[in-house]
């Protein structure tokens, strides 16, 4: 069965780790776990935006790795304390169980896209 979506049908919401008053990053969930086929490790597919001058809270996923591709903005990425300046086009893995945080360092927003895959 062909499940369409489109990304205007998606509102804004903080991350799942952010203090919903005062959120870090901001996430459109495209596909989310439920909707995907009950064999499929995929947890989610999601556009992210940062703000400017912005930081999202440092967090882990134990059983989940996530990937980042970013398309407009500059930043940096830290994963267990290794950081590294991001910019578009770069993509970034973090395994299952690594904390990660990433921070805009520019003046627009960061935005990116995140994808979650299943361990098990």
């Known amino acids: 069965m062909l499940k369409k979506v489109n990304r205007k049908d998606r509102d804004w919401e903080p991350g799942s780790h952010e203090d919903p008053q005062n959120p870090g990053v901001y996430k459109k969930v495209l596909v989310r ?30 059983t989940m790795d996530e990937i980042f591709y970013f398309e407009e903005g500059k930043g940096e990425i830290e994963v267990d304390g290794e950081k590294e300046k991001i910019v578009s086009g770069d993509r970034i893995i973090v395994p299952a169980g690594q904390v990660h945080q990433i921070r ?9 896209i995140g994808l979650g895959v299943a361990l098990d």
């Open 33 to 62: 776990q439920e909707e995907a086929d009950p064999d499929s490790k995929l947890m989610m597919f999601q556009l992210c935006k940062i703000p400017s001058r912005t930081t999202h809270v440092a967090h882990s996923h134990p």
């Open 104 to 112: 805009n360092t520019g003046t627009v927003e960061l935005k990116f």
